[in-house]
């Protein structure tokens, strides 16, 4: 479908509501959080029915999970009811999604009692509502015909936060006790991309005042001190803001709702919407600079998503309904982009430093060059397979591969980047490319405009002439032995491994960073989470789930571990370790003598240092000074 008849689809289904969707009222659903604290989620949903067989389903395929994650296993206690009266009901027999009943005659109204059993992104004290938990909607209808009306109920003193636009003003965002608060009339996909956090400890704060369309983060924590952001990581993200839209010079969305939830036992979450981006993280995980580092991108990618992924889409990955199977092809756009320009902004809004950019960099550049899998499966591959690599078995993960289109596409954009600047001799860049492919038709408020790989040849060679299509494929499509690495040194920086860890080397992980030497991934407790494939360990036969307790005559830990990786280095002895491989335990010998590598990028002296060009912000920014332990 083209672009247009889309939108005026959208259009008229969120405003006047095209004459055969205006004939009949919209769904309305309330959400009662109020059971929250017990890990329960109610819903009342009255339907507009007409007499005969009617099929129910609940989402199967979410946007933005890349798979078949619809959690109807988790629906309880459903009560069909017409006419006063409860009407039987039966699951389909193949599609588990769908229920089937019949209505009976004279009924024009089906009422549906069901319940949620919420498994995480809920504590005692805060709940986040992805509305696919409760939907139930007539299948076989593109869902972004169904108009909808949404209410939530949350307990009593906490606040809202959503991208949905309340009805009165009064109830949001901190509703008064026991009561409803409604949003307006919207569509069943738009429903599905607008969650709500809720909380005790609630914060809205609005960014970026400056800037039109509207932008709010809705903070909800465990604790009520972690949910005031410190003003320096209020003036980033405020830079952030900023910095998406000089880089994007669009915006799809009439508001936009960066949705935090801060707490050790709800799960960490980053799901991108249209207007809003779901993001959890631990609760100390924002209190100074040191921990912001590791979560650096994480709101300036899911806001990226804003843009690419929920506004351009690849064609595939858009289905009318949440039935149809996603294809995953173009992933490496999806989110490879993203994963680019996720670190990008957050090193131009300074949510990290253009020396943390680097070191995540690193790191991610030296992981997919040490990938052994990429023997055999192109990347391309990892994207088609998405939703079978999602949260898979992990081990022998790197023979296997993983969701590498993430990083590989970090890659890869950063490879064109530089190109387009060293084409056009610094007269263009990525951000000339994102203007016209993520601003198609300007702004636009909310809507998905889908796309293939065409487009996006075609918009690359608007930006600079060249053989975009061959480019993209030799780098994604075919078998590469290495890493891309060719934007990192045209970049004026080259990968290499220093014997000491670069200062953010992933502290705290026990004996993980000896993957770039020995070869495995070992925790803090001498367990091997994974074996490289061709490497010291692999060729010791060492597997991953076996764990080492002892080195060289001593008991295991993470720096004995490492002495003797060091101490191997000046002699020709294999490090002997004692392992034990379920109720078994053996000695084994590994000949590896290189000593420490960690990953790092070096600045090639008397090269353009363009990576430095590329991570400095387009606007003017804000700095907000902390004491000297919250800045190194
Ligand atoms: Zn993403």
Redesign the pocket.
């Known amino acids: 479908m083209s672009f247009l008849s889309r939108l005026s689809a959208f259009v008229l289904a969120l405003t006047a509501l095209a004459p055969a969707v205006a004939q009949k009222a919209p769904i309305r659903i309330v959400a009662d959080l109020s059971d929250a604290p017990r890990k329960l989620y109610h819903a009342e949903v009255d339907l507009p029915v007409t007499a005969g067989p009617l099929t129910l389903t609940t989402p199967e395929w979410i946007p933005?999970h890349h798979m078949p994650s619809g959690p109807a296993g988790n629906i309880t206690g459903v009560v069909f009811t017409a006419n006063g009266k409860t009407l039987a009901w039966r699951r389909d027999d193949v599609n588990l999604f769908e229920f089937h009943l019949t209505i009976p005659q004279g009924a024009t109204a089906l009422h549906v009692h069901l319940d949620a059993i919420a498994t995480a992104r809920l504590s005692q004290k805060m709940a986040a509502l992805e509305w696919e938990k409760l939907l139930l909607y007539p299948a076989g209808i593109p869902v972004r015909d169904l108009a909808i009306e949404p209410s939530v109920k949350v307990p009593a003193g906490w606040g809202i936060g959503t991208a949905l636009k309340p009805v009165d003003a009064a109830s949001y965002p901190v509703p008064a006790a026991g009561s409803v608060t409604r949003f307006a009339v919207t569509n069943v996909e738009q429903l599905e991309d607008s969650p709500i956090i809720t909380g005790q400890y609630f914060h809205e704060y609005e960014l970026a005042k400056d800037v039109t369309p509207k932008h709010y983060i809705d903070v909800v924590a465990d604790e009520p001190e972690d949910a005031e952001l410190r003003p320096a990581l209020l003036a980033e993200l405020n830079n952030l803001v900023r910095e998406a839209g000089a880089a994007y010079g669009s915006h799809h969305y009439g508001v936009y709702h960066f949705l935090l939830t801060m707490s050790d036992v709800a799960g960490g979450e980053?799901l991108?919407h249209g207007q809003s981006s779901d993001n959890g993280i631990g609760e100390k995980d924002f209190s100074d600079r040191a921990h912001q580092v590791h979560e650096a991108d994480l709101l300036s990618?899911?806001f990226t998503?804003s843009w690419n992924?929920k506004y351009r889409r690849p064609a595939k990955l858009y289905q009318p309904d949440f039935a149809t199977p996603q294809q995953g092809e173009l992933l490496w756009v999806?989110?490879g982009m993203?994963?680019y320009w996720g670190n990008v902004l957050a090193a131009r809004a300074d949510l990290e430093s253009q020396a943390d950019y680097r070191e995540h960099l690193a790191l991610s550049a030296a992981s997919l060059d040490s990938r052994s899998g990429r023997a055999w499966r192109p990347t391309v591959d990892t994207a088609v397979a998405a939703s079978i690599l999602r949260g898979g078995n992990p081990t022998w993960t790197n023979w296997r591969r993983s969701q590498d289109y993430?990083q590989e596409g970090e890659l890869l954009w950063l490879d064109a980047d530089t190109l387009i600047r060293q084409l056009t001799s610094d007269k263009k860049s990525l951000n000339d490319f994102a203007k016209v492919f993520l601003g198609k038709n300007g702004d636009t408020g909310a809507g998905i405009v889908p796309y293939t790989f065409d487009e996006i040849v075609k918009d690359l060679n608007t930006v600079v002439p060249y053989d975009w299509a061959k480019f993209l494929h030799e780098r994604i499509y075919e078998i590469n032995p290495r890493a891309d690495l060719a934007g990192i040194e045209r970049g004026g920086y080259k990968l290499v491994y220093k014997d000491k860890p670069v200062s953010h080397g992933e502290p705290g992980r026990g004996g993980g960073e000896l993957w770039f030497s020995l070869g495995a991934r070992i925790s803090g407790d001498g367990q091997i989470a994974d074996v490289r494939w061709g490497g010291p360990s692999d060729k010791a036969k060492l597997a991953p789930g076996d764990k080492i307790l002892a080195v060289n005559d001593r008991l295991y830990s993470p720096n004995a571990l490492k002495a003797a990786v060091r101490a191997a280095k000046t002699s020709t002895e294999p490090i002997r370790l004692i392992v034990a491989a379920d109720s078994f335990v053996r000695i084994v010998p590994v000949d590896y003598h290189d000593g420490e590598r960690y990953p790092a990028l070096e600045r090639v002296e008397k090269t353009p240092a363009v990576l430095d060009a590329i991570t400095s912000p387009l606007t003017k920014t804000e700095k907000v000074a902390e004491s000297k332990k919250d800045e190194e």
Request: glycine content about 24%; aromatic content about 16%.
């Open positions: 933005g980053g991108e990618h899911e998503h992924g999806y989110e993203t994963q993430y």
